[in-house]
């Protein structure tokens, strides 16, 4: 297993998260969900010798992909998504079961329905990546019925399925466990 360096930034205007991972040394690095490209997090990238290669999508929703193309502009890095992008950009077509091999990095990719119908999950070496299909102590509360049982019984089906120690980095809020969400999030336990 590669020993990886793993940054969040926090973007105050839309409350969500973007992660970037690469080497100790500097390298090829993946960014998930860069909701924007601020100067903080081009400083962020560049202080640690960092080059973009990997833009790993979990869903489409603004909040998550509205500094792609000012980062495409910065860094030809390619893009892995399960649907079209809101606006128009190549992109590497990614569906549930799928093992990429980025560089130093191995990502199984995981669809999890329910908050959207594109939702996918990202699992790198011991963290998971869920973008909002699950955050810490909460699951998504604007959902249909059916939205709403099919997002648990995926988290059930898929997630809870994995090691408790298994870290979750949510694309809103702070990160968890999955141990600590089999019993202490409210809407999946029992």
């Not at 992660?19 to 100790?24: A, D, K, S």
């Not at 091999?101 to 329905?113: A, E, Q």
């Not at 070496?125 to 998504?140: C, P, R, S, V, Y």
Request: aromatic share 10%; glycine share 6%.
């Amino acid at each position: 297993m590669n020993v990886v360096k793993l940054f969040f930034h926090f973007v105050l205007s839309n409350f969500s998260n973007t992660y970037i991972l690469g080497p100790v040394e500097g390298g090829p690095a993946l960014i998930i969900d860069p909701g924007v490209m601020d100067l903080p997090l081009l400083n962020l990238i560049e202080r640690n010798s960092f080059y973009v290669k990997h833009i790993l999508v979990t869903h489409n929703h603004a909040s998550h992909v509205n500094g792609i193309k000012t980062l495409k502009r910065v860094y030809d890095a390619d893009i892995y998504s399960n649907m079209e992008l809101p606006f128009k950009s190549e992109f590497n077509k990614i569906e549930d079961g799928d093992e990429l091999h980025l560089d130093s990095f191995d990502v199984d990719v995981i669809n999890i329905p329910g908050h959207s119908p594109d939702s996918m999950i990202f699992k790198i070496q011991n963290m998971l990546f869920t973008g909002d299909a699950l955050l810490a102590g909460e699951i998504d509360h604007d959902l249909t019925v059916f939205q709403n049982n099919e997002l648990l019984e995926k988290v059930k089906e898929k997630i809870f399925v994995m090691d408790d120690d298994i870290l979750i980095f949510p694309g809103h809020g702070s990160p968890t466990t999955v141990k600590a969400e089999k019993y202490f999030n409210p809407y999946l336990r029992g």
